[in-house]
């Protein structure tokens, strides 16, 4: 069983900066791709950032491309979001979650965190 726990939520202004971060219980990082994938109220989840954690590729959603990055520590098993430039649309719950044995371009995850929020407001 694959568990995620999400760290680093919280309230910023727009224009500042947060770092997520997500610690997995999996044997070996590398036999899974992990994930970020955010809720809004009222709206359907949408697949922000993915690594596969074998090779180091990455997958964005266009809307946090050249914002968003996101890194892997295979020795720590953690997977971090590092959110630049928020805005207040990117205000959502945002869930860690993963996926073997690599990214998958619709976003595609078998396991999931219980999520963490982030509001961006003035």
């Known amino acids: 069983q694959v568990q995620l726990a999400e760290s680093g939520g919280g309230s910023v202004q727009p224009g500042r900066s947060l770092r997520l971060s997500c610690a997995t219980s999996?044997?070996?990082?590398?036999?899974?791709?992990i994930g970020w994938v955010r809720q809004a109220p009222g709206k359907e989840r949408e697949g922000v950032a993915c690594i596969t954690t074998s090779d180091g590729s990455t997958v964005y959603a266009d809307s946090v491309k050249g914002r968003f990055s996101i890194s892997r520590d295979n020795a720590k098993k953690t997977v971090d979001l590092q959110m630049n430039s928020l805005t207040p649309e990117d205000t959502a719950v945002y869930f860690c979650?993963?996926?073997?044995?690599?990214?998958?371009?619709?976003?595609?995850?078998?396991?999931w965190g219980q999520g963490t929020q982030v509001t961006v407001s003035a």
């Open positions: 999996v044997f070996h990082l590398d036999d899974y791709a």
């Open positions: 979650a993963a996926v073997a044995p690599r990214c998958y371009s619709d976003f595609d995850f078998d396991y």
